[in-house]
T-cell receptor, first 113, second 116 residues
């Protein structure tokens, strides 16, 4: 089945650690996105990529980094510089440019312990 | 710049009564508009989309929305609520091709509660 796979579903991070969230898609989409969702809030864009080897900062990129070495993969690293990383992270993909719907993964819940 | 405003953060209805979730958008260019639903701790599922075809759009699970350019609105409706409709709903806009920003803009969400 085509879709987007995020892993892990739950992730725990100690203070000062970097962690990487995985996002893989087999929809042959050029565009991929990372969003952060906090309780009672909408989705905020962290980074997006319209094509392999290229990506742009979204609204809240500080403390995060990404890479896009393959069309299928868009991993997100939450660095120790991110002061409040506890949140629900959603990855999405779409055709590029995005004129129709994006498809979402099931999310990764990151908790700082 | 594009933006989306969902006018209600919470909506509560009784099972079997109509649902109305309101969304207004702002876009300098011809937009594409979407409604997504999110159940707790899940990803987002597309309910319906408007991409410059018919202004009345029918989606899954009995939902529909009407694009009204004069009112810059894209409200989501359902004639009769079901308990399984209880979830968070997001209105989303993509600006037209001419803008530099090529990503989706989300509203803040509306939490729908359905009372038995």
């Amino acid at each position: 089945d085509g879709g987007i796979t995020q892993s892990p579903k739950y992730l725990f991070r100690k203070e000062g650690q970097n962690v990487t969230l995985s996002c893989e898609q087999n929809l042959n989409h050029d565009a991929m996105y990372w969003y952060r969702q906090d309780p009672g809030q909408g989705l905020r864009l962290i980074y997006y990529s319209q094509i392999v080897n290229d990506f742009q900062k979204g609204d809240i990129a500080e403390g995060y980094s990404v890479s896009r070495e393959k069309k299928e993969s868009f991993p997100l690293t939450v660095t120790s510089a991110q002061k409040n990383p506890t949140a629900f992270y959603l990855c999405a993909s779409s055709i590029s440019p995005p004129r129709t719907e994006a498809f979402f993964g099931q999310g990764t819940r990151l908790t700082v312990v | 710049a594009q933006s989306v405003t969902q006018l209600d953060s919470h909506v509560s209805v009784s099972e079997g009564t109509p649902v109305l979730l309101r969304c207004n958008y702002s876009s300098s260019y011809s937009p594409s508009l979407f409604w997504y639903v999110q159940h707790p701790n899940k990803g987002l599922q597309l309910l319906l989309k408007y991409t410059s075809a018919a202004t009345l759009v029918k989606g899954i699970n009995g939902f529909e929305a009407e694009f009204k350019k004069s009112e810059t609105s894209f409200h989501l409706t359902k004639p009769s609520a079901h308990m399984s409709d209880a979830a968070e709903y997001f209105c989303v806009v993509i600006a037209g091709m001419d803008t530099g920003r090529r990503a989706l803009t989300f509203g803040s969400g509306t939490r729908l509660q359905v009372q038995p």
